[in-house]
């Protein structure tokens, strides 16, 4: 008995070449936003002002650094997946879903501009999750999960010091 099964192309990781390319868009779009992040990190590090300025100029600075470290393994994971990483400003924005934070000086308005930002990051990287689930790409999977505890955690953090009565 013959079967008319048709070979899937696969990637050098054996993945599924077409769904592969699809995970790295994805990916990409968070780089993106992840660059935007970063920024609005480095900039509400340097404006910071008030009375918690030395405390939360360290948190700005711990919080910027991680997301340097996660922009560098989302690159080379577009990599490892054959594709390549998006490196300019413009298709950062072009591709960027998070609130631009300009001027950004007071504590509250910092904060919020963090828990919003990881809120709209986590939703991309669940989708992903999603998407590298189906393919059991669990390179992709892991750095996700990963990335969404982390990023959970520092929510729950800063809905905490938000909720802080003064």
């Known amino acids: ?20 390319e699809l995970v790295a868009a994805e990916l990409n779009i968070l780089l993106s936003n992840f660059q935007v992040y970063y ?7 340097w ?4 009375k918690r300025f030395f405390d939360l100029h360290v948190k700005f600075e711990e919080l910027y650094n991680d997301s340097q470290l996660k922009i560098d393994m989302i690159a080379e994971r577009v990599l490892t997946l ?17 609130k631009i ?8 308005d910092a904060v919020q501009l963090i828990m919003t930002s990881l809120s709209d990051i986590l939703k991309i990287e669940r989708g992903i999750l999603d998407k590298s689930d189906k393919i059991n790409d669990e390179g ?13 955690k520092t929510m729950w953090m800063m809905k905490a010091w938000s909720e802080e009565e003064i």
Do not use: C, W
């Open 82 to 98: 054959g594709s390549t990483p998006l490196h300019t400003f413009e298709d950062y924005l072009s591709n960027n879903k998070l």
């Open 47 to 50: 404006n910071i002002r008030g």
């Open 1 to 20: 008995m013959k079967t008319n099964e048709s070979k899937v192309e696969t990637n050098i990781l054996g993945l599924p070449v077409k769904e592969a």
């Open 140 to 152: 992709t999977n892991s750095m996700m999960s990963d990335f969404i505890t982390e990023q959970e």
């Open 39 to 45: 920024q609005n990190l480095r900039g509400i590090h």
């Open 101 to 108: 934070g300009k001027n950004i000086s007071k504590d509250v």
